[in-house]
């Protein structure tokens, strides 16, 4: 059996292992080419479930609570706290942006594995992985239910868009009818 000092040693080696976890993975994330988080992609799909966001509201209740959760926005960073634009370029940006936000909070979870292959199933690990995963899962969540929302907003904005170029196709066509 470990004693309360090996308990305590080993509590302090996976935490510092798990902080090296955490910022490789926002470096890699960082690195890795933006086509990777298109959210065309299988990951990033709602699923039926989800409702495309109507689940987060409904069960979690995320809107009385997302607001108060931090964001990191590195120098130069893509800051996701409110939207600053409705052009088409800055969704598709912002919508990029929760894939790689979601991506990075996926492979924050991965760690669970790491520190069972360290540690057995043992109390350390068995805590600390429900710390990992309590800790990015709320995080995860406002990534899909975000993106959701963002996406429904750009096809509004396209259907919006495609109906003004009807419309100045037609006051064109009946200008250039009028001055012929």
Known sequence: MMNEQSTVNAVVINVIFGVIWHYAM?????????????????MYLPHK?????KFYQDFFKINKWKDYLPQHVG??????????????EYLDRFILETCRGEWNHKMNCVFVVVLF???????????????TVAGNIPF?????????????????????????????????????????
């Open 26 to 42: 926002m470096f890699i994330c960082m690195g890795i080419n933006p086509s990777a988080f298109s959210p065309d992609r299988k």
């Open 49 to 53: 479930w989800e409702h495309d966001g």
């Open 75 to 88: 120098k130069d960073g893509f800051s996701k706290d409110h939207i600053d634009d409705v052009s088409i």
């Open 140 to 180: 995860l969540v406002i990534q899909r239910y975000n993106r959701f929302r963002l996406q429904k907003l750009r096809k509004t904005i396209l259907r919006r868009l495609k109906r003004q170029n009807k419309m100045l196709v037609c006051t064109t066509a009946e200008n250039e009818s009028v001055t012929e």
């Open 117 to 131: 292959t360290l540690n057995g199933v043992t109390n350390v690990s068995v805590v600390l992985s429900f710390m």
